[in-house]
């Protein structure tokens, strides 16, 4: 209760909310579904996706690949290149 006073959250929260935050977080910066499964100790699959949640920038994201794909300047969808693959190493 001290720390989320002190942080300013007002609303009620639960450890488990930092769960599904991380994992959320996870995804976004790429994180596959066996990777959010090792992270949060899951076994399953179904686990891993009730505790990952979609975001609104993310799912922008996604649409404006798929309208580049649409359109023929997208190429093929899929994750966005990494440092090393855009350096050519």
């Not at 006073?5 to 959320?24: I, M, P, Q, S, Y």
């Not at 399953?44 to 649409?70: E, K």
């Not at 093929?76 to 090393?84: D, I, L, N, R």
Request: net charge positive.
């Amino acid at each position: 209760m001290k720390a989320r006073k002190a942080a300013g959250v007002t609303a009620e929260l639960h450890f488990h909310d930092l769960r599904h935050t991380g994992n959320t977080l996870a995804s976004t910066a790429g994180a596959s579904t066996r990777e959010l499964m090792t992270r949060m100790g899951h076994s399953s699959s179904r686990a891993a996706l009730i505790c990952q949640h979609m975001t609104s920038d993310r799912d922008r994201a996604i649409a404006d690949r798929l309208g580049a794909v649409i359109r023929g300047g997208g190429g093929v969808a899929g994750p966005e290149p990494s440092e090393k693959d855009r350096a050519g190493s």
